[in-house]
């Protein structure tokens, strides 16, 4: 599994710039999935996760404003960096109000476009990264080590937590009170573009309950919020 590597969907349908743009993203050391029509993105862009999403305007079948705006409206924060033939403000105005995050017109110095690509995928990390909590966390009478991965339960148990454990109790601690997606957390948590089932996702809260809750059918700290993510109260 290649993790840490950010992943891209590139979504171009002049095949030779698709290429080209393809090769130099992967010489980067990007994983790029390639998207050829406005159709075939939206499927990828709901059967995975990206880190980035190179979009071009003028595409067959759905543009890239209207693929932009319906990634938007499903609360996808995906950033985008959208291309256009066309030197035309309107162009860039629409695709930024319906939520591109960058912009290139075409043609494009390639140096540009990959500085552009990095800068975009950092800044998303650090959103992702911030209000880290520290390396111990006390919650009721649990304790979690972040460190050694473990923790102390309520009822004196010793616990041992998977990397992934801990990244995910990590992740709705830190959004204390807020839901966090489904989609945050197979970013940050998985954060690669394998994307596990719901029900991967609902034995790790089941597992959490098993630990941390005095009662497990009715959890005091770990919340599922149906068909939309997940949620830690204290
Ligand atoms: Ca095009």
Redesign the pocket.
Known sequence: MKENRANILLV???ENLHEALKLNLEMEGYGVTSAFDGSDALQKIGNEYFDLIIM?????EVD?ISVTESVRVNNNEVPILM?S?RNSNEDKVLGLKKGADDYLTKPFNLEELLLRVNKLIEKNKKLLEKDSVGEMYQFGDNKIDFKAQDAITWNGQKVELSKKEAMLLKLLIENKNDVVTREKILQVVWGYNVYPTTRTIDNFILSFRKYFEEDSRNPKFFHSVRGVGYKYTD
């Open positions: 171009e349908d002049e071009d305007i003028m595409l067959p890239g291309l033939a």
